[in-house]
Each structure stands twice: as C-alpha cells, then as structure tokens.
C-alpha cells in the first residue's frame, strides 16, 4: 500500500515500477487465497478423524460400562458435547498462527511509527489482563451450563422412552413442567455464563476499535509538523490491522477453548468410568459344567450395604434346566446380573462359553426389521429359523403383520405387542445355538395357552433346548414350571439353596417363596400398535420432504423473529446500525485529518476517537441483545413448543417417530438456537449493513451479482448435505442408543463387535454429507478471496494506468477493499450459517404445525371439580382401530361397570384388552359410539382432568424417571404431605427398601431415584400402586375409576396379597378395572354377585357377574 501510494503521488515514477505492483498484488492475493483453501482442508480433514476418534471412543467405553451409566451420559455426550471438541485442532492451529502475524505485524509497524509501534502491544497485555481475569470464571460456568444441559436431555430421554405410561397415568402436565424447569435452570445458568462473553466480547472488540485510534492520535500530536501524511496513515491502519485483528481473534478464541477444555472434561470424567467389574473366568474345558458358582456374594451399591446375595454356589450343566425362584426383591434378576458379569462380587463364576443366549426381563430390540433382530449375528438357516418361530408361536402374529418378518421395529418395539416384543427376544436367544441360555421371566406377558405351548416346545422333555443339550437358567414365579426343571434354585433372605421339583407337591417350599400359581385364565398382553410399522420408507419420504426446501422461507424468518421478539431485533438492529456507520465513517474521517491544515488536525482526531468510542459501544450492544435477549427469549420460547407439541402428540406419532429423530430436536436443534443462531444473525447484520454505505456504491451492483450467484450455487448445495447431515447423524444417534439401551444384552451374547462395527458404518455415513458439507464452506471461502483479489488487482490496476486519484484516495480505497474482502465474506458465510441454523427452527416449526394434539376434545368440557362423584362407566357400541385404514380392534362394545364395582378382564393375546384400556384413557380414539363416567361423555372432557382424576391408570412397567426425585416420582403435582408418602410406602413395603440411603424422610424423598438401590420390576409394581394411592388420597373426594394394567404380574403370593388387601381397603368403594392373569390372590377379595369378570375375543367382551361357587370361576 505505502508503494503504491507513493507511486501515485510521485508521477515520474517509471511505468515498469507499476508493472512490478501490479504483478505483486496479484502473487500476494491469490497466494493468500490459494494457501488458505489449502490449510482449511487440512483442518477439515484433522476436524473429522477428531470426530469420528471421539464418537467411536464414547461408543466403545458404552460398551463396557454398566447398563445404566453408558445409556445417560453418553447420550449427552454424542448429542451436545462432541460438535465442540471436534474444532479443537483449529483452534490450536490458529493461534500460533495469529500470534506470528502479530509478530511480524508489530515488526513491519515499527519500521513506519517507531516506539508508537509498541501502542497496540501494551493495549494487548492490558485486554489480556481484563479479559484473563473474565474467563477466569468461564470454565466454571460453562461446566455448569453442561451439566444442567446434560440433566434436561438425561429426562428428556427418559420420558420419550416411557411415553406409553405417562400419557396412562396423567403425569403430562407434571413432566412438562418439570422438564420446563430444568430449561429455566438451563437458561438461567447460560445466562451467567453469557455476561462473561459480553464482558469478554467487549475487551476484545476494545483492542480492535482502540489501538488505532491512540496511534494514530499519539502519532499526531507528537508530530512536530502537525500534519499526517496519506501514505502514512493508511498504510498504518492496515498494517495495525495485521496487529489488532490476530490478537483479537486470539482473544476471541478463548472462550471456545475455555469451553472446549470444560467438554473435554467431561469427555475425561466419562472415558475414565469403571467399567463392568463382575469377575468372570472363561474356562472351555470346564467339560459338562457349563456354569459354575462358588461362594459368590454379591452387594449393591457400596461396601456398606448389606450383601443381597450370600454365599451362593451352584452348577448348571448340559441338557440341565434349573428355575430360579423366590420373593419380590430376593435377588432373581441380581443373580443373572452376576451371571453376566454386570455386578461386581466375591467368589468365583466359572463359565464354559464367554457367549450366554440372554432374554432380559425387560425385553430390548434394535431398530431393525423382526428377522434381523432373530437372526442377529447368526448365519440364516431357514429351516432351523421356521422351527424357532414356531416353537416361540411367532408365525400367526407374522402372518397377521402386512410385512410380515420384514415390518421394521421402532422404538424398542412400540409397534408391537408385550407378548410379540418377548417371544422376538426369546426366538432371538432360541435361534443363536448358544450352549448358555438364561432367562429372566420370559413368559409374563403371555397368555396361558401361548405361554404353555411355548413352555412345551422350548423346556419340555422333547423341547428345543433339550435337543441342543444346552444348560438353560429359568428365572420364573409360575410352579406350573417347576415339574420340569431338573432342579430348584430358591432364593430366600440373602440366601440360595437347591430343591428337587417335586418338593413343591409335596409342600417342602414355604408359601412366602413360591410365587402365586398361574390363573387357568387368559394372560394379558399389550396389543399396542400390533400393526404394520412405518419402517424404512417413512423415513426415506421425511429425508426426501427435507431436501425439497432449497429456498428460503419467509414464514419461517417470521416464526423466528417471533420467537426473538421484534422489539428485540430491532434494537439489535440499530447498535448494529450504528457500530456499521461509525466504522465507515472513521474512513473519511482519517481522509479529511490527511487534507486538512495543522489547525484542524486536533478536531479532526478527537471526532476520530469519539466516533470509535461509539462503535465500540454499539458492537457490545449488538453483544448484548444477542445473547442475552435474542438467545434465551428465541431459546425458551421454541423449547416451550417443542415440548409442549411433543408431550401432547398423539400415541401414533410415537409409534412411526423413532426417539433419535426426536431426541434431536431437544438436543442438536435446541443447541443450535441457544448457541448458533443468535451469533450468526447478529454477525449477519453488521457486513450486510457495512456493505451498503455510499462509499462502496460503485462496486456493489457487481459485486452484489456475482455473490448473489455464489451464494445461489452455495446454499442449494449446502442446505441439502446439511439435511443429509442431520438425517445420518439421526440415524447414528438411534444406533448409538440401541447400543446403550441393550448394551446388557449385547454383551451377553458377545455382539460387541457386531456393534461397534455398526456404530462405525453410521459415522462413516454421518462423516460423509457433514465432510462434503466443510470442502463446499472451503470452496466459498476460496472463491470469495479469489473474487477479492480480482477486485484489488484490478483496482491497483487502474490506479496504476490512470494516475489521477490522490494518496488519500487510493489510500481509503485499499483499506476499504481490505475491509470488504473479509466483510463480503463474513456477509455470505453468515447470511448461509444463519440459512442452515434456520435448518434446526424449520425442524421445530414442522413439529409445531404437523404434529397434532391428542387432546382435541370435541367441545371441551368442564365437568366440575366433584366428577366423578361416583365412577360410574358406561361404554356403547365403541368401535376403535389404531388407524384410519386399519380393521377395527374393538367392534361394537358395550358394556358398564357401576359404581364400586370390581371388574378382571382376560383374553388372550391381541383379543383388544390393552385397545380397550387406551380407549378409556383416549390415547385411542372411537371411531364410533361412546364412553361416559358419571354420564359425562369422556370425548368432551379434557385430557388433564379426564387422565388425572377421572381415571388413574397402573401401567404394567412402574415407569419412572430416574433423574427425578423420589417425591416427584410418587406425587408429581405435589399433593401429599410427606408423612403421607411415607405412609403410602410402608403401605406397599418399600420404606425400607429406600431408608437404607438415609434417615432423614425429606432428604430420602428429595433423593433421584438413581441414588436409591436399584429396584426389581415387583418393586417398581410396588411403587407404581404406591403412587396409584397417593392420586386417590389427592383426588378425594371424587371417586376415580382405577385402571389396573398387570399390577401383579411380577409378584409372589406374598407380596400380591398386598395388591388384594388394597382392593379390599383402600379401594373398597371405587370402580376398578383389572387386566389380569393372576387371580387367585385377587378373586378372595372379591364380591360374589356384585363385581365381575369380562372375557375379549375378537375385539368383543363378555361380561358376567362372578358366581359363588368354584364351577363358576372353572367355566369362566
């Protein structure tokens, strides 16, 4: 600059000098241009091998962490944190880069204004010194902002994986509420952490604005000629720029490697987790003991808790099937645990294969069709796979499905039944072969005939097990099994001893250990969305409607400004205004200090100084109102829709939405409005404002056309790898939680491998669009330097042919084109950030404008706060289907319960029990007839009063939420006293089970029920019937229909007696539906002519009034 000034000034410079300038600008521009496209590749390439190093490293340490822990950090992790560290490589890179351009920047100032070069350097160490004394609190807030983010999406997770039960029981509202609250805490906690970027934004953005300002100023009022010369001061300002705008890059990437620092913390804390510490010893010769147990002991969580298991010792060999029983909370499914290596223990397991077929209590399948999760890690055999379906009865219910083996399933199996999700995981450790098998109660969701065929063709002496020789453990409450076991493992105290079967005929098994006997009755299932699933193709079709949005949406601005607020747009508007007219106006300042008499300099510095003080204010209120009123307002109010519009979907949309998909939007999409949006919109005003001053009005139709062109080709391309991006990484977030969710059972059978090199085949296909998507930010930063330097060299040029401009004038030229070349680029890279940012709010205005409300009561009606005041249900000729196209799973039902009355429904599986206890709670709606409490059409009541007071439903799984408290577990709208918690819980026998943490009752319900021992799924009966009573004692004195859904099902006789004296006491005068199979315990507690029994087959119901006589119950 100072030699083409100096040419310009100087006309008998020779033409050849001109000619050498012109050949420098043009080395120097496109060497800049072409070495930054070089060295942005390679940081590409470094970001993605980061990001493929660490999702595989959090994958691998899932997969030998326990059950729980791998599922709810890690999902955090891979969702939040890892987009993070990813840009660590950069960052370091970029600094030791910045700091040499100070360097030699600082170097060439001095050769030009002496010890003034030295100004910007003390004006460095000064905000150095502020902004090191500011983010000195940055880590510590940004790990709280973490941890909180961590907490909400932790529950989130939770409730998408129980959405089913806490639509049945009402807890809506309350978990909207909570996780609402867990936002705020969010939102409250980044706001501390936001005033300590402003302040930081501030410092920096003060080195920037300042340090020319007193050079230039110093320089002047030093000068003894009281004059500034062109070439001097414009050559300075760039040559400072080469000084200020490194160090303020430098200081501005602080606070991304403050935050990256806190994320790789995490990263740290979670890598270094113990993992599985159960000690197995692997031994193939062990010969015809296939498992061995010798002296094994076993204690949860802590060394001071009393051991669960003491001195166990038992051998399983080929061709043995041993039944493990026992009271509730004995330690049956602690036991298999062990087995598996999940616990840690003392003694010693001898096992004869590292493989075990395992059938969890809780059945877990991937998100694969229903013949891949069967064959799994096997080779097709397709004889030996027809065998397996026929022996766990799946072929019927294959038949049924329009896709047969091939309907893809979602979500854990939502679109299927309770009975078709166990028989797909029993056929699963079936088919595997494996000489171990292990089962923990894989026959509770069935009905009797389906269950004793099964028992038949698996356990019998001709079953399949037998013919394989394989050692099977049975974990089961049902005696009817016992005569074929070859031997009894009673668990009893902390203590285990091995029976001979036919003690139990003989009455050698006391009555507290044996579970209650099977009903000769029907056993309940859930038929919920046994149906056709939506499978690949609906997601393919969602991928295909994304990437037809290749123009901007002005609604969707408008959804989004609404969301900020105008009024807060347009105040950040007008400091952005104001910062962008200040900062072109110092230009022509400078220019006017260079023209003007020694008299005038003085006024002409001191505007020069107050117009940056401006400037400076303005760009910290653009700081301001970004992240502080545009981030949390926007942030709030679009979590508040999503939450609300998801909590409040219907069953359906659940059913065809896998929980990555919608996982999604509460993490990545929400991350991108808390952190990226408002950064990008506030950086997107000031360059397109700049960029419209007067001064650039010769260049800007040009330019304008040719950047409205690049950024066309640009944002067609970048929004379709953007969306590409987000659906694989959708997709490897479901895979990531599949691994999780099972990582138990993959373990079990040795399918890590398998896993992990699923888990790679999605992040090479999310590494794909998102790699592509960084080499197309590459070529716009490329081609956007290359149009720069096309524009500058044809400037100097000009400048160079014509000679009639003055050194002011090529002087402020050149520093403007200085400006407009990183101010174009910053215009498009914004304005495209903020197009696919806008992506995540396009995202979250589908969900809010497709997605449906459940609770579309026709005519809402307040029924009164008394209703109902009897619990009298009517139902009249409902007919109910799971779809608009779907045969009917209810035909013209009509039957009523009165008041007080006590009503147990059988079927078996698929006859319609589970569709009609959905349509009583309206998670299903009638096509026709209707459904009255209290003669109130429930179609009219909403769905708050309706699942709240009119109905309280006892799901079969006891659903709760671990990061939650033990009260809001219990009591989520907080109703009861804490003594009468307390009273419900002794009541249910599970205060001592929760008072071994402590002794104090506020600080043992304000616990998360992570923090208490784990609880077995009769315990987390327990607790569902415990919270059951509590709505009653909340709701007295109206009289709610109760709604039990298998309260007993994983019970002994004991422990179900409790169930029964409930019936009798504390609900002796309200209405209660019963989906049972164990009756026995409940039928004594029932009212010979006055409650009943219904009996589904086929969608219909029979209901008769129950007999007095024992003829009475064999025929029914």
Not at 10 to 26: N, V
Not at 837 to 852: F, I, N, P, T
Not at 987 to 1009: E, G, Y
Request: net charge neutral; with cysteine; aromatic share 6%.
């Amino acid at each position: 600059m100072d030699a083409l000034i100096r040419f310009v000034n100087d006309t008998a410079t020779d033409t050849a000098r001109g000619i050498w300038l012109i050949s420098s600008a043009a080395i120097t521009y496109i060497g800049m241009a072409v070495s930054a496209a070089i060295y942005q590749r390679y940081i590409d390439r470094l970001q993605i091998m980061v990001r493929g190093a660490l999702i595989g490293l959090v994958h691998d340490k899932a997969m030998i962490l326990p059950g729980k822990e791998a599922e709810s950090e890690a999902v955090t992790i891979m969702s939040s944190n890892i987009d993070s560290v990813e840009s660590a490589g950069e960052i370091f890179h970029d600094t030791w880069a910045y700091i040499l351009e100070v360097v030699i920047g600082t170097m060439l100032l001095a050769a030009r204004l002496q010890w003034f070069a030295f100004l910007p350097l003390a004006i460095i160490f000064v905000c150095s010194r502020m902004s090191a004394y500011v983010a000195k609190h940055l880590e510590a807030r940004q790990k709280e902002w973490n941890t909180a983010t961590q907490e909400r999406i932790s529950t989130t997770t939770s409730v998408l994986g129980g959405i089913k039960s806490l639509k049945m029981m009402g807890m809506v509202d309350a978990t909207q509420c909570r996780i609402s609250q867990l936002r705020e805490k969010e939102l409250r906690l980044s706001e501390r952490l936001r005033w300590i970027l402003v302040a930081y934004n501030a410092s920096a953005n003060s080195l920037g604005i300042f340090a020319p300002v007193l050079t230039l100023v110093l320089y002047a009022l030093s000068s003894g000629t009281g004059e500034l010369h062109a070439n001097d001061v414009f050559t300075s300002i760039a040559l400072l720029s080469m000084v200020t705008h490194p160090a303020n890059m430098v200081m501005t990437l602080v606070p991304r490697a403050v935050g990256i620092i806190a994320n790789f913390s995490r990263f740290e804390a979670y890598l270094s987790r113990s993992s599985v510490l159960g000690p197995r010893h692997i031994d193939a010769k062990k010969g015809q003991h296939l498992v061995s147990m010798d002296h094994v002991s076993i204690r949860l969580p802590s060394e001071t808790n009393p051991p669960i298991l003491r001195e166990v010792s038992f051998r399983l060999s080929r061709g043995e099937l041993v039944v493990c029983t026992g009271a509730v909370g004995s330690g049956k499914t602690t036991l298999v645990m062990a087995l598996l290596g999940e616990l840690p223990l003392t003694g010693s397991i001898s096992l004869a294969s590292k493989k075990i077929a395992y059938c969890a209590q809780a059945p877990w399948l991937p998100s694969v069709t229903i013949r891949d999760a069967i064959i799994s890690d096997s080779d097709f055999d397709q004889e030996w796979y027809k065998l397996v379906l026929d022996a766990c009865c799946l072929s019927p219910d294959l038949e049924s499905l329009r896709n047969g083996d091939s309907t893809f399933i979602e979500n854990n199996g939502m679109n299927l039944s309770g009975g078709q999700r166990q028989r797909v995981a029993l056929a699963r450790a079936v088919y595997s072969r494996y000489d171990v098998v292990i089962l923990d109660d894989p026959l509770s969701a069935l009905d009797k005939n389906v269950a004793e065929q099964i028992s038949d063709r698996l356990l019998g002496p001709r079953g399949l097990f037998k013919k394989m020789n394989a050692g099977v453990l049975l974990i089961s409450n049902t005696p009817k099994l016992f005569p074929m076991a070859d031997r009894l493992l009673v668990l009893q105290g902390s203590e285990a001893r091995l029976q001979d079967p036919s003690t139990v005929n003989q009455g050698k098994i006391t009555g507290s250990l044996v579970p209650s006997a099977a009903s000769d009755q029907t056993t309940h299932s859930s038929e919920l969305y046994d149906r056709k699933a939506p499978g690949q193709n609906q997601r393919i079709d969602n991928a295909a409607e994304d990437l037809s949005r290749n123009a901007g949406d002005i609604a969707l601005y408008g959804y989004y400004f609404n969301a900020v607020g105008y009024q807060n747009a347009f105040l950040m508007t007008v400091c952005t205004a104001t910062y962008s007219f200040c900062l072109t106006f110092s230009q022509y300042v400078l220019r006017w200090a260079t023209e003007t008499s020694s008299g005038e300099l003085n006024g002409y510095m001191g505007l020069y100084a107050g117009i940056s003080f401006i400037a400076w204010a303005a760009t910290s209120g653009t700081m301001w109102f970004s992240q502080m009123k545009v981030a949390i307002r926007s942030g709030r109010v679009l979590h508040s829709q999503l939450l609300e519009r998801v909590l409040g979907a219907p069953l359906s949309y659940f059913a065809k939405t896998q929980i990555g998909t919608t996982l999604n939007r509460f993490s990545q999409d929400i991350a991108l409005v808390d952190k990226q949006l408002p950064s990008a919109l506030a950086n997107l005003s000031t360059p397109l404002i700049v960029y419209v001053q007067p001064v650039m009005l010769a260049t800007i139709p040009p330019c304008y056309i040719l950047v409205y062109l690049i950024q066309k080709v640009y944002l067609r391309n970048s929004r379709q790898l953007r969306f590409l991006d987000l659906e694989a990484r959708s997709r490897l977030n479901t895979n990531f939680l599949d691994t999780t969710s099972g990582v138990t059972t993959i373990r079990a059978f040795g399918w890590q491998d398998k896993f992990a090199t699923a888990n790679i085949q999605a992040l090479d296909m999310s590494q794909k669009p998102y790699y592509l998507l960084l080499c197309l930010q590459c070529w716009l930063k490329i081609v956007l330097d290359c149009l720069m330097a096309i524009i500058a060299i044809g400037l100097i040029t000009l400048t160079v042919m014509y000679r009639n401009s003055t050194g002011a004038d090529v002087g402020m030229a050149l520093n403007m084109m200085i400006g407009a070349n990183t101010t174009l680029l910053r215009l498009v890279q914004n304005w495209t950030s903020l197009e696919t940012s806008l992506g995540a709010v396009a995202r979250l205005k589908d969900v809010q404008e497709c997605v449906s409300n459940d609770d579309a009561a026709k005519g809402a009606l307040e029924p009164g706060t008394r209703w109902p005041s009897t619990g009298d249900l009517r139902t009249e000729n409902i007919t109910v289907s799971y779809s608009q196209e779907s045969e009917p799973a209810l035909r013209n039902v009509s039957f009523r319960v009165n008041p007080g009355q006590k009503l147990i429904v059988m079927g078996r599986t698929g006859s319609g029990k589970s569709t009609l206890m959905l349509s009583l709670l309206r998670l299903l709606e009638t096509k026709h007839g209707s459904i009255s409490i209290d003669d109130i059409n429930i179609a009219h009541v909403p769905l708050q009063i309706l699942r709240q007071r009119g109905i309280i439903a006892v799901p079969q799984d006891g659903f709760n939420i671990p990061t939650a408290t033990i009260r809001f577990n219990l009591d989520p709208y907080n109703k009861c006293t804490s003594d009468e918690i307390v009273q419900a819980l002794r009541r249910t026998r599970l205060w001592d089970k929760i008072t071994a943490a402590s002794t104090d009752v506020d600080t043992i319900l304000n616990l998360p029920m992570s923090a208490i021992l784990p609880l077995s799924a009769g315990q987390m009966q327990l607790f569902a019937l415990c919270r059951m009573l509590l709505r009653v004692k909340a709701t007295a004195p109206t009289k709610p229909i109760i709604i039990l859904d298998e309260a007993s099902s994983s019970l002994d006789r004991e422990t179900e007696a409790i169930v029964g004296d409930i019936l009798r006491k504390e609900l002796e005068y309200l209405t209660v539906i019963m989906i049972a199979h164990r009756t026995e315990g409940i039928m004594d507690t029932l009212r010979p002519g006055v409650d009943a029994l219904a009996t589904m087959k086929d969608g219909k119901l029979r209901v008769s009034v129950i007999g007095t006589s024992m003829d009475w119950v064999e025929e029914n």
